[in-house]
């Protein structure tokens, strides 16, 4: 991959299983922007939510697939 790390801008994705936020972390570090977040278990999403800003919505299976935003990566 590039090394730029703007390689990913005008990309959206949206965080699934996204647990503390790993991922967030590696799309966001080469700019594309996360515009949906899942996470079922509690304390992880509260962990989310510290490091990010953003409250994840809870348990994708119980998700309504129209709220989902539209996006580039999954």
Known sequence: MSKSKN??????FIDLFAGIGGFHIALS???AECV???EWDKYA????FENFGTQP???ITQID????P???IL
Not at 7 to 12: D, F, V
Request: glycine share 8%; aromatic share 16%; no cysteine.
């Open 7 to 12: 390689i990913l801008n005008n990309y959206k």
């Open 29 to 31: 570090d080469y700019g």
């Open 36 to 38: 949906f977040a899942s």
């Open 45 to 48: 999403a509260e962990t989310y």
């Open 57 to 59: 919505n809870g348990d």
């Open 65 to 68: 697939e129209k709220v989902i």
């Open 70 to 72: 539209n996006h580039d």
